[in-house]
């Protein structure tokens, strides 16, 4: 049997993340993000969900560094559900999402630095990354040619 479990937000933060340690060392980092609905409700205003977000090593410290309350983000993850008993003996559930890639949504601002202080334009910080371009056409589109019949389809 099948199974997919992959889920693709992108929203804000509405605070600060957390950056932690377990006590092996390992980073881990939880925020929330608010993502609004993409229709209005009945008053005719847009209204938000909010999700858990938890990241792990790289990724966490990656969330800490750069992103702050407000700020944009993408994630893309799964979906994962855990259960514990509290210190009341009460049993306890959250759905949380487990991010496996985290990237910026927001073009950075000229003297602002990802994380939200001013700082000196720097080499290492992620605004100096040039995407390279995958055109093999030099800008010219490439000529197909026509088939005339589905006897020359491939499929």
Do not use: H
Not at 60 to 76: L, M, P, T
């Amino acid at each position: 049997m099948a199974s997919l479990n992959k889920v693709v937000l992108i929203g804000n933060l509405t605070a600060d993340p957390e950056l932690k340690q377990t006590p092996n060392g390992i980073s881990v980092c939880n925020f929330s993000i608010g993502v609004t609905r993409r229709y209005k409700n009945a008053e005719g205003r847009y209204d938000s969900d909010f999700f858990n977000i938890v990241t792990w090593r790289s990724t966490a410290e990656f969330v800490s560094k750069y992103f702050r309350k407000g700020k944009s983000i993408c994630i893309v993850g799964s979906l994962q559900q855990r259960t514990w008993v509290d210190q009341q003996q009460q049993k306890r559930y959250v759905v949380e999402v487990v991010a496996d890639e985290v990237s910026f949504v927001d073009k950075m601002d000229s003297g602002q630095s990802y994380g939200g202080q001013a700082a000196e334009p720097t080499r290492d910080t992620a605004d100096t990354y040039n995407p390279p371009s995958y055109s093999s056409t030099g800008g010219q589109a490439d000529t197909f040619e026509d088939l005339t019949g589905d006897d020359d389809l491939p499929f």
